[in-house]
């Protein structure tokens, strides 16, 4: 859809960027113009959703059930108050919909309007008016509009950290969990966040990753987790990947049966698994040296993995906590935070190639014959982050 823009996308988007706004962008069509009606595409629709403005996911179908936002329409000298419909449709299986009120005496079919969103409202600004662009570039209304809610958006950063620095001073504190998580999840409890299962950020769209400081060698900390394209991997499986290369262990007394290890570019780990990544298909394979033979394991879209890392760390709290043990219970204290913006998805395949990002393979099999996956964990060396993510803050709580 935005391929039918009036305007050139890469020519605004420095509009955005310069000032570290989050934003999504739309582009009504002739037909949908004429109707009042407009695909909600899944860019807007994630946008919407980590910005805590509406979740078409969890929405019912029907007109009972739509959902109205308060938005400005951005002019060159106003803001024009008005509201977005949100909602499903009983028909065309309940395709996502979005609409602005107002937005004919605002736009015309193909304009490129862009959405931002601030305190659970959005703001639409028409990038094709050349009146827009010209109070923008010189620094009068809309641009006024724009550094406004710039400063709205560092609030949240700023405001996430004000309670990180409370919960330091509560110095060494219980963690809700046993195991690797808890560091993570007693955090996430101090802050008033509920655990769940969704890819997206954890505080009003920034995301929060959590780890240990350990003694000598820094640990690595999570980037994503995310599982092979099974469906091009020539077949393997969960199952036929530990199986074939997984190994017998001791756990807590008794035998099991794993697949507990590190895998990175170029280099052959016990279990003889190594990435390579292929440039020109733009993946990263698996591969395994047997007897100095290579043979293929399975694979990720490299453009999968940069989307993931755009979406899951548009913005990022890297939190460290020192840990201690007492009576078999672990105590965390959270000491400092390394706060990141925008990451540099264009290197990520350069990353792997160089060992810098590394991926764990958590599984084993159950009693029952089942997997047990805790998933496929991209990891990278906190040393290496700045290399990832541009101008990241250090803050010691």
């Known amino acids: ?16 960027s310069s000032r570290g ?26 946008f919407l959703e980590i910005k805590g403005i509406h979740n078409f996911f969890e929405q019912e179908q029907g007109p009972e059930h739509k959902v109205m936002c308060p938005t400005f329409l951005v002019s060159s000298e106003q803001k024009i108050e008005t509201h977005t419909s949100l909602y499903r449709p009983l028909t065309k299986q309940g395709d996502p919909r979005i609409w602005v009120n107002g937005i004919k005496k605002y736009c015309k079919p193909n304009n490129l309007l862009a959405f931002v969103a601030s305190e659970g409202k959005l703001y639409v600004f028409n990038l ?31 405001e996430l950290l004000g309670k990180l620095k409370i919960i330091h001073q509560l110095g060494f504190v219980e963690s809700v969990t046993h195991g690797d998580t808890g560091v993570g999840m007693t955090c996430e409890s101090l802050l008033g966040i509920e655990p769940n299962a969704s890819k997206q950020p954890d505080y009003k769209g920034i995301e929060i990753k959590c780890s240990r400081k350990k003694q000598g060698q820094p640990n690595r900390v999570n980037l994503y987790t995310q599982v092979p394209d099974w469906k091009n991997s020539n077949g393997m499986t969960a199952h036929t990947l530990i199986t074939k290369y997984g190994y017998w262990s001791e756990d807590r007394g008794s035998r099991r049966f794993n697949l507990y290890c590190t895998v990175e570019a170029n280099r052959p780990n016990p279990q003889g698994l190594f990435f390579r990544v292929d440039v020109e298909k733009d993946l990263l394979i698996n591969y395994c040296r047997k007897d100095g033979v290579d043979e293929y394991v399975a694979q990720w879209s490299l453009k999968l993995l940069r989307d993931r890392l755009l979406e899951k760390h548009k913005e990022t709290f890297w939190v460290k906590a020192t840990s201690k043990i007492e009576d078999d219970k672990e105590f965390f204290r959270y000491d400092s935070v390394v706060h990141t913006k925008k990451p540099t998805a264009s290197i990520l395949g350069h990353l792997f190639d160089s060992g810098i990002i590394t991926m764990d393979y958590t599984m084993h099999i159950k ?19 700045n290399m990832l993510f541009p101008e990241p803050a250090e803050y010691i709580l």
């Open 128 to 158: 094709s008016d050349e009146d827009v662009i010209r109070s923008i570039e010189n620094k009068m209304f809309v641009a006024d509009v724009l550094n406004s809610l710039a400063e709205e958006d560092s609030k949240i950063a700023n």
């Open 1 to 16: 859809m935005l391929s039918m823009s009036d305007k050139n996308l890469e020519s605004v988007l420095d509009i955005f």
């Open 367 to 385: 009693d029952n014959g089942k997997v047990r996956d805790h998933g496929y964990i991209f990891k990278i060396k906190p040393k290496h982050i």
């Open 21 to 46: 706004l989050d934003v999504s962008f739309l582009v009504p069509t002739i037909t949908g113009y004429k109707k009042s009606i407009m695909d909600a595409i899944a860019p807007l629709r994630n």
